[in-house]
């Protein structure tokens, strides 16, 4: 049997809620597959398709620590870490009823992104 059929045949038995408690104290709960966060009573993650079942709901802490992720595209030969009109990151928001460009990422006065 392929692996990923095999993989969404599981995702139909129910999976067992988890609640994350974050390090501030806060708690919501996750998909026990892929840890994104779901509603109370929802029946599937909407992330995954994974069977949600809420009889016996498991408890974490979330780890402590964090990691650096990388992401690697394309952006045009004029473009300089910091110009967020040209970032493909970046979206426009609404701030005091002004149109502005912001970054997903929070680093729109100190953009870490480094070109190669």
Same mark, same amino acid.
């Given at each position: 049997?392929?692996d990923s059929l095999r993989s969404e045949?599981?995702?139909?038995? $129910?999976?067992?809620?988890?609640?994350? /408690?974050? !390090?501030?104290? !806060?708690?919501?709960?996750?998909?026990? /597959?892929?840890?994104?966060?779901?509603?109370?009573? %929802?029946? !599937?993650?909407?992330?995954?398709?994974?069977?949600?079942?809420? %009889?016996?709901?498991? @408890?974490?802490?979330?780890?402590?620590?964090? !990691? /650096?992720?990388?992401?690697?595209?394309?952006?045009?030969?004029?473009?300089?870490?910091?110009?967020?009109?040209?970032? $493909?990151?970046?979206?426009?928001?609404?701030?005091?009823?002004?149109?502005?460009?912001?970054?997903?990422?929070?680093?729109?006065?100190?953009? @870490?992104?480094?070109?190669?």
């Open positions: 049997m392929q045949l599981i995702k139909q038995f $129910p999976a067992e809620v988890v609640e994350v /408690t974050e !390090k501030n104290g !806060k708690k919501y709960y996750a998909c026990p /597959t892929c840890k994104r966060a779901v509603a109370v009573g %929802d029946d !599937k993650c909407s992330g995954c398709g994974q069977s949600l079942g809420w %009889d016996n709901i498991r @408890k974490e802490e979330m780890a402590n620590g964090s !990691k /650096t992720a990388l992401l690697e595209f394309e952006v045009g030969s004029d473009f300089v870490p910091g110009d967020c009109r040209r970032c $493909p990151l970046s979206y426009i928001a609404k701030v005091n009823s002004e149109n502005v460009y912001e970054c997903p990422l929070k680093m729109r006065a100190h953009c @870490k992104l480094k070109l190669s």
